[in-house]
């Protein structure tokens, strides 16, 4: 199994690509802590992992909240011995254009998206250390690297931000050991995409400046993350993955 005896902290865990990482973890023999600020979704995935033979602890985690950071890696050091990944996966999007955008859409883009990374990031480096190592995934986006027409500048910048707290965290501690990498997905089923006819109508968009012609499946990026998290990347650090269907190649 590739993350045999490996543990794993993943924010954004309770639904969409983070349950998806978190079950794919699970497989691939890591322990796992899921957080979230969604609790009944969150403890439905850690049930299902550990009903299926993984081992899973859900926490409460708003990833603007340091206090709920450093709870979260106790947790994992506490339950299962030490902590060796990090995927900083919670995030959201807002649809407004710039002159629509309210200072507290942006504010909040910014502190979910950026802040939380930072946070997680900071919190979950002293355990790594004491664990010899370790690898920090950050899940940007496409929009981090070229926005499409129609993104907004609010996601497009948190993820650009995103991007470049990666490498900058990579070259501070790549003599420690600790790697970190950002994944740039394009377009993908979850939740975040949306379930209403402007959202049907947004997508069918996107997916017409995808080269593949589709919408990734959770499952497709969630390949990469463990990727990043295993050994088979241990000379990868400042990197960006993209899974994106083609769309930033263009």
């Known amino acids: 199994m590739r993350l045999e005896n490996k543990v794993a902290l993943i924010s954004g865990g309770a639904r969409g690509m983070g349950a998806e990482e978190a079950r794919l973890f699970a497989r691939e023999g890591a322990m796992v802590v899921i957080g979230d600020v969604l609790a009944e979704e969150g403890r439905a995935t850690e049930a299902q992992i550990n009903e299926t033979g993984g081992q899973c602890v859900f926490v409460e985690l708003d990833v603007t909240s340091e206090s709920d950071w450093q ?5 994992a050091v506490s339950r299962f011995g030490k902590l060796d990944i990090l995927v900083n996966n919670a995030g959201i999007s807002v649809r407004e254009g710039i002159e629509d955008l309210t200072e507290a859409q942006w504010e909040r883009t910014m502190d ?3 802040k939380g990374v930072f946070l997680g990031t900071r919190a979950t480096i002293p355990a790594m250390r004491e664990a010899g190592g370790g690898s920090i995934i950050n899940i940007s986006s496409g929009a981090g ?3 499409a027409p129609g993104t907004s500048a609010a996601y497009a910048a948190s993820k650009g931000a995103v991007r470049l707290f990666t490498k900058s965290t990579a070259i501070q501690y790549a003599r420690e050991g600790i790697r970190c990498n950002s994944v740039h997905p394009g377009p993908v089923q979850t939740p975040m995409l949306g379930t209403t006819p402007d959202d049907e109508v947004r997508v069918a968009a996107q997916v017409g400046r995808v080269p593949l012609g589709r919408v990734g499946r959770p499952e497709e990026i969630a390949y990469g993350v463990l990727y990043l998290a295993s050994d088979e990347s241990s000379f990868v650090t ?3 993955v993209v899974i994106d269907g083609g769309r930033t190649a263009q």
């Open 71 to 75: 709870n979260a890696v106790a947790t």
């Open 112 to 114: 979910i998206n950026v």
């Open 145 to 147: 690297i070229a926005p």
């Open 238 to 240: 400042g990197s960006e």
